[in-house]
């Protein structure tokens, strides 16, 4: 077990306090424990980012958020009885007890199963003509456009590998020849490569029914003009306690409308609210999907993400949202890539 007394916290720790636990620990939990260490509950990222999405302040003491009712495993629980309990209950943790319910240890279904490399693809939409960039992508496509020391898609690709993927699938088009030259078949970067060739524009979702097969298992599809510093394991992990067929990363956004808002009853003025923030959850471009949805995309033709969520919303397909509170950037004007490139090293503690 890994050094799980450094996941103790009290319940009136803050939320945030717990998010500095869960990022800063290797088990990817936190457990809310009395002074003598029994335990009162659980808070996974899941927990944190549900909890966004309800609009809970990041101030607020943990127990607001917490799982008090959290699956545990005994002292005296066997390896196969604890390893069966969290394939069957979909646990990616679990807090191990004494019989007076003291935190005693945590298994981590990781290590139980001794987990390295994961076989989920990565598709990455690397075939845009990048117009709003011009005129540095007049020569050169977006996804090699250098941010800090390398490539954009380079950066995208080394974040996904930190987490134990390396299967990745590039849907290229614009001056496809020189990415493929670039990152060649992945082998000097440790990982497999494919390519899909956009003979036209496909849209965010159309180039998945250029796949010649389809995945067997969940797979990603991102945008390749992002980043960003999600954790993807998270991401998968959130994806499936939830069910889910698609999940779609979002970001809060917040606009100020710069006028007195005024509310009516018919002719009637009941209030007036002077320039109100308005608090929305946009598409930050990141999805995890499972291999069915692309039956649901139309053969060669133009197709975006959105109208695919949008089907399965209309058939009751079980669909999700999950938050970034991470660092996020869509490098689509010039005005972000000069700050992308700004604050990439202390991002991204430039790994070249």
């Given at each position: 077990?890994?050094?799980?007394?450094?996941i103790?916290?009290?319940?009136t720790?803050?939320?945030?306090?717990?998010i500095?636990?869960?990022?800063?620990?290797?088990?990817?939990?936190?457990?809310?424990?009395?002074?003598?260490?029994?335990?009162?509950?659980?808070?996974?990222?899941?927990d944190?980012?549900r909890?966004?999405?309800r609009g809970?302040?990041?101030?607020?003491?943990?127990a607001d958020?917490m799982?008090?009712?959290?699956?545990?495993?005994?002292?005296q629980?066997?390896?196969?009885?604890?390893?069966?309990?969290?394939?069957?209950?979909?646990?990616?943790?679990?807090?191990?007890?004494?019989?007076?319910?003291?935190?005693?240890g945590?298994?981590?279904?990781?290590?139980?199963?001794?987990?390295?490399?994961?076989?989920n693809?990565?598709?990455?939409?690397?075939?845009?003509?990048?117009?709003?960039?011009?005129?540095?992508?007049?020569e050169?496509?977006k996804?090699?456009?250098?941010?800090?020391?390398?490539?954009?898609?380079?950066?995208?690709?080394?974040n996904?590998?930190?987490?134990?993927f390396?299967?990745?699938?590039l849907?290229v088009?614009?001056?496809?020849?020189m990415?493929?030259?670039?990152?060649?078949?992945?082998s000097?970067?440790?990982v497999?490569?494919?390519?899909v060739?956009?003979?036209k524009?496909?849209?965010?979702?159309?180039?998945?029914?250029?796949?010649?097969?389809?995945?067997d298992?969940?797979f990603?599809?991102?945008?390749?003009?992002?980043?960003?510093?999600?954790n993807f394991?998270?991401?998968?992990?959130?994806?499936?306690e939830?069910?889910?067929?698609?999940?779609?990363?979002?970001?809060?956004?917040?606009?100020?409308?710069p006028y007195?808002?005024?509310?009516?009853?018919?002719?009637?003025?009941?209030?007036?609210?002077?320039?109100?923030?308005?608090?929305?959850f946009?598409n930050?471009?990141?999805y995890?999907?499972?291999?069915?949805?692309?039956?649901?995309?139309?053969?060669?033709?133009?197709?975006?993400?959105?109208?695919?969520?949008?089907?399965?919303?209309?058939?009751?397909?079980?669909?999700?949202?999950?938050?970034?509170r991470?660092?996020?950037?869509?490098?689509?004007?010039?005005a972000?890539?000069?700050?992308?490139?700004?604050?990439?090293?202390?991002?991204?503690h430039?790994?070249s």
């Amino acid at each position: 077990m890994k050094s799980w007394r450094q996941i103790l916290i009290p319940p009136t720790a803050s939320i945030l306090q717990a998010i500095e636990t869960i990022d800063q620990g290797a088990l990817q939990i936190a457990l809310i424990v009395s002074e003598n260490n029994r335990l009162l509950g659980t808070v996974t990222d899941g927990d944190v980012r549900r909890g966004i999405l309800r609009g809970v302040s990041l101030d607020r003491p943990v127990a607001d958020i917490m799982n008090d009712h959290p699956i545990t495993a005994s002292s005296q629980d066997t390896q196969e009885t604890i390893l069966a309990t969290m394939k069957l209950r979909r646990l990616q943790q679990i807090p191990i007890l004494d019989q007076s319910g003291i935190v005693i240890g945590v298994q981590v279904l990781a290590d139980m199963l001794r987990a390295g490399q994961r076989d989920n693809w990565v598709v990455l939409m690397a075939g845009g003509l990048g117009t709003r960039l011009a005129p540095l992508t007049n020569e050169c496509p977006k996804p090699l456009l250098k941010v800090g020391s390398k490539p954009l898609l380079e950066t995208i690709m080394q974040n996904f590998i930190e987490y134990g993927f390396h299967k990745f699938y590039l849907s290229v088009n614009y001056k496809a020849e020189m990415i493929r030259d670039y990152f060649g078949d992945g082998s000097r970067f440790g990982v497999e490569i494919r390519y899909v060739h956009e003979e036209k524009r496909m849209g965010t979702a159309g180039a998945l029914s250029l796949l010649p097969e389809r995945p067997d298992e969940t797979f990603f599809v991102m945008n390749g003009d992002l980043l960003t510093k999600v954790n993807f394991q998270q991401l998968l992990d959130f994806h499936g306690e939830h069910g889910a067929m698609g999940t779609m990363c979002v970001r809060e956004y917040d606009f100020q409308i710069p006028y007195g808002v005024v509310k009516t009853d018919r002719h009637r003025l009941q209030g007036i609210v002077e320039k109100p923030v308005e608090h929305f959850f946009v598409n930050a471009g990141i999805y995890v999907l499972e291999p069915s949805c692309i039956d649901l995309i139309p053969a060669g033709e133009y197709y975006d993400m959105p109208s695919l969520f949008e089907q399965l919303i209309e058939q009751q397909r079980e669909t999700s949202v999950f938050p970034i509170r991470e660092y996020w950037m869509d490098i689509g004007q010039m005005a972000d890539y000069e700050r992308a490139n700004g604050e990439f090293a202390e991002v991204f503690h430039d790994r070249s």
